[in-house]
């Protein structure tokens, strides 16, 4: 039986993740499953899955979490220790899902077990990609991409060398206000933000989505993964979301990879990895879709992109400070205290404020000096979300 741990089973990835584990039971050992907030679903999937712990982050719920989980003979504990702690046991596969910088200690941890990671949290290799990478050498580990787009890429790179690789072609749904007016968007909600257009995910998720701050992420992330050159790595706005991702060759040719847009694939690919298994999701019927269309991520739309693009070639611990001010300007136009277009000019003002202070971007890559500086640019995002919504007022 596989050694199995889900770090943010509750969430849709972490419960699409429990969903094939559950179809073949007999195969896997379920070790720890971490949540956040929602303690019943969490209690119910530990007991489900007969985990031998169960985790939220928040250490105010523990004692719900215990009551729960009175008389299963799971163990229950709360806080970013207990997170790391559940770590350490153990496990041949970790599903790394917990949303934010948050995910970061506990996939570190992962990897210095040897696991082998599938890597959902993409905020973990934009932020210390380069650490990841060490870790994962040091210690024999593995870490295979989740995100639709980077496993994507990674299928279209088996058996090819990636010397003969000439672009990266990352797809994005371009999100609730692909079709809105640009000078409509300073007044959007964060409720319009929160809505899909073709799928169902968290709020948090979804208005990244609706930034282009997710993709921004995933051309980082893209960067981190394949070791690519920046000006390799380009996006399109695909809003069927049928197409993941393309490679382009030296020879002009492109491998694209298509599929329906549920994440039970790119998981079951982790899962299997090196082989393919039959998974439950949907074939397509080309016929019936019929056309697939594309348009250009236009950066004056969706200015994330250029910041991206900044971040990578800045590089150091640039994304780190890039992930917290992101993650900082989030919270602030979800509480009302700046406005929808706000949110790339924070993330921008932090990263000049905080690049022109020596000895920061460029300092040695640790886990200490990324939390460091993740500390600093979320101090440094409040104070400027202060000003401007002082100036709202």
């Known amino acids: 039986m596989r050694r199995i741990s889900v770090f943010g089973s509750t969430g ?15 195969d896997y050992h379920v070790v ?27 250490p105010e719920r523990l004692g719900a979490l215990r009551e729960a989980l009175a008389g299963s003979g799971i163990k229950a504990a ?10 350490t046991r153990p496990a041949d596969w970790v599903m790394s899902a917990i949303v934010g910088a948050a995910g970061l200690a506990p996939g570190l941890k992962a990897l210095e077990q040897g696991a082998t990671l599938a890597l959902a949290n993409k905020e973990s290799m934009v932020a210390a990609g380069a650490l990841m990478l060490r870790m994962a050498k040091d210690h024999n580990a593995r870490i295979l991409p989740v995100d639709s787009e980077h496993s994507a890429v990674f299928q279209a790179l088996i058996g090819e060398d990636i010397a003969a690789v000439e672009r990266v072609i990352i797809t994005a749904s371009g999100g609730a206000f692909r079709d809105w007016p640009i000078e409509r968007l300073a007044h959007a909600t964060p409720e319009q933000a929160a809505t899909h257009p073709n799928w169902d995910m968290g709020q948090r998720i979804t208005i990244d989505s609706a930034s282009m701050f997710n993709k921004a992420l995933e051309l980082i992330e893209t960067r981190e993964f394949f070791g690519l050159s ?8 695909h809003p069927e979301s049928l197409v993941h991702a393309l490679v382009g060759f030296n020879d002009g040719a ?26 439950p999701v949907a074939r397509l019927d080309l016929a019936s879709i ?16 250029r910041l991206a693009r900044e971040v990578m070639q800045a590089g150091g ?18 509480a009302g205290e700046i406005g929808f277009t706000d949110m790339p000019g924070v993330v921008e003002d932090v990263l000049t404020q905080i690049s022109g202070r020596p000895g920061h971007i ?16 979320r101090q440094t995002a409040r104070e400027v979300i202060g000003r401007l919504g002082n100036g709202r007022k």
């Open 12 to 26: 849709s990835i972490g419960q699409s993740t429990l969903d094939l584990i559950g179809r073949a039971a007999d």
């Open 32 to 58: 720890a499953l971490t949540g956040g907030q929602n303690i019943a679903l969490l209690a119910q999937q530990a007991k489900q899955h007969r985990a031998e712990i169960a985790v939220t982050a928040d």
């Open 254 to 279: 492109l491998m694209a990879h298509v599929g329906p847009p549920d994440m039970r694939h790119a998981i079951g690919f982790a899962l299997n990895w090196p082989e393919r298994q039959e998974l």
């Open 317 to 334: 611990l640039s994304g780190a400070v890039f992930n917290a001010a992101k993650e900082q300007a989030l919270d602030g136009f979800i």
């Open 230 to 237: 920046p000006e390799k790595i380009e996006t399109v706005v």
């Open 362 to 377: 460029h300092a040695e890559f640790t886990l200490d000096n990324v939390s460091r500086l993740d500390h600093l640019a």
């Open 78 to 87: 709360a806080g970013q220790g207990a997170l790391v702690e559940a770590a």
């Open 290 to 305: 019929g056309t697939l269309s594309f348009r250009k991520a236009c950066e004056d739309r969706y200015p994330a992109l």
